[in-house]
């Protein structure tokens, strides 16, 4: 399982923007986090062409299948759609690693008995403005 902002464990941060030019105010090497929406495809493009890594919060299952085609790294959804999330990812093989974000610790052990590929503790977003 993987562990984004976790206390215990030393990870990555997302940087949530909002532009192509708030791409440039993140650290080199760095995973942007965006939210699916037909005005971020220009985003997402530009980061898929420039080897930049994605996070994608995405709301449903049409938004899921979506993300993994555009060949996202991540695809963040929530809990109560993490399991469909999964079965997808696995039965179509995706590339992207289902991920959940959490507010408490004690939510671990039921996405890990469910499969889901890793949890994002609310502190590994950072906000980042153009």
Known sequence: MLFFGHRFIES?????????????????SSTIYIEFNEDNLDIIKYAIDNGVKIALHVENVT??????AL???????????????QNLADMYLFDAKILVNIE?????????????????????IIKINS
């Open 104 to 124: 408490d610790e004690k939510e671990i052990e039921e996405l890990a008995l469910l499969g889901v590929d890793g949890v994002v503790c609310s502190n590994a």
């Open 63 to 68: 938004q899921i299948v979506y993300g993994s």
């Open 71 to 85: 060949g996202v790294d991540y695809l963040l959804v929530a809990k109560e759609l993490s399991k469909t999330a």
């Open 12 to 28: 990555e941060h997302f940087y949530h923007i909002s532009s192509i030019d708030s791409i440039n105010n993140t650290p080199p």
